[in-house]
C-alpha cells in the first residue's frame, strides 16, 4: 500500500512537471524537482541585467588556483587595453570560461566583444552562450535576466544577418522561455523548420512546447525527428513522456528504456526505472 501511494505521488508529480514547467526545466531538473518539490520558488523578481564583474565573481567561486590565476591575469590585461587588444583578450577569457563551463561570465565577454566590434558571429556566440547559462539553472530571478540578455543578443543578431536560421531560432527559443508573448517564439520556430525541416535546435524546442501545451501528438512527432539525428537520454525521455500521455504504453517504456540506456546521470536512471514499473502494470 505505501509503495502504490508512492507511486501516486511520482505520477501526479511528473504530469504537474511536465505540464508547468517543461520549456523551462530539462531532464534534470524533473528528476531534482521530484526529489524536493518543498523549495520551489514561486514568485520572480524583475530581471536585472547581470554585470560582467559580477558574473566572473560569481563563476570564480570553487575554480582550481591556477585556473583562477589565469583569469584573473587576463582580466587585469583586458582592463587597461582598448579596441582590437581588448577584444583579443575578451576571446581568450571566453575561451577560459568554456573550459571550466562557467557560460555567463562567457556570454558577457561576446556581448562587450559585439559591443567592440560589432559583428554577427559576435552576437551569435552571446546569444548561444546566455542559452547555456540560463539552461538548467535554479537560481530563477539570474535565469530570467539572462534569457532576456539572450533576447537582447539573438536579436542584434538577427539584425545582422536576417538569413540566420541559427539566430531565428536562437531567437524563439528564448522567447518562448523568457517572454510573455511565447507565441512570437514559437512562429518564429515555425518559420525555421519550413525552411529546414530537421532543424535540431528548433525541433526540440517546438516539442517542448507542445508537452507543455498538450499537444502530445506534435510532441512525439518533433522528438523522432530530433533523435534522428541526436539521439541523446533528453530526447527519448521527452518522447517517452509524449507516449505516455496518450496512452501509448510500449511506446513509452522503449522510449525511456533508451533514455536509461544513453543517461549518465544515475538520479535519472531510477526515476526512469520507476516510470517502467508504472507502466508496465
Known amino acids: 500500500m505505501k509503495n502504490t501511494k508512492q507511486i501516486q505521488i511520482v505520477v501526479v508529480a511528473v504530469v504537474l ?42 563563476a570564480k ?6 585556473i583562477l590565476n589565469e583569469i584573473t591575469d587576463l582580466e587585469a590585461k583586458a582592463d587597461k587595453a582598448d579596441g582590437e ?17 562557467k557560460f555567463a561570465p562567457q556570454a558577457l565577454l561576446y556581448e562587450e566583444m559585439a559591443k567592440i566590434s560589432p559583428k554577427f558571429e559576435l552576437w551569435l556566440k552571446a546569444g548561444n552562450a546566455y542559452r547555456k547559462a540560463y539552461t538548467n539553472l535554479q537560481d530563477s530571478t539570474t535565469a530570467k535576466a539572462l534569457n532576456q540578455q539572450a533576447i537582447v543578443a539573438y536579436e542584434k543578431a538577427v539584425e545582422l544577418n536576417g538569413a540566420s536560421l541559427d539566430a531565428k531560432t536562437g531567437l524563439g527559443a528564448a522567447m518562448v522561455t523568457g517572454t510573455n508573448n511565447p507565441m512570437a517564439g514559437i512562429a518564429l520556430l515555425q518559420e525555421v523548420v519550413k525552411a529546414e525541416p530537421k532543424n535540431l535546435e528548433a525541433n526540440k524546442t517546438l516539442g517542448l512546447f507542445s508537452l507543455q501545451s498538450r499537444q502530445f501528438d506534435k510532441a512525439i ?61
Open 85 to 101: 587588444e581588448k577584444v583579443e583578450i575578451y576571446q581568450q577569457l571566453a575561451d577560459k570560461w568554456n573550459d571550466v563551463e
Open 17 to 58: 512537471l511536465v505540464m508547468g514547467f517543461l520549456v523551462l526545466r530539462p531532464v534534470k531538473g524533473l528528476v531534482d524537482q521530484d526529489k524536493n518539490t518543498a523549495g520551489a520558488a514561486t514568485t520572480e523578481a524583475p530581471a536585472n541585467q547581470i554585470s560582467l564583474a559580477a558574473a566572473s565573481e560569481a
Open 61 to 66: 567561486r570553487g575554480l582550481n588556483p591556477a
Open 221 to 281: 512527432e518533433r522528438f523522432k525527428t530530433v533523435i534522428e539525428q541526436k539521439p541523446d537520454a533528453e530526447s527519448y525521455f521527452y518522447l517517452a513522456t509524449g507516449y505516455e500521455n496518450i496512452g501509448m504504453k510500449n511506446e513509452a517504456i522503449a522510449a525511456f528504456g533508451k533514455s536509461k540506456e544513453l543517461a549518465s546521470d544515475p538520479s535519472l536512471s531510477q526515476f526512469i526505472d520507476r516510470r517502467i514499473e508504472e507502466l508496465s502494470k
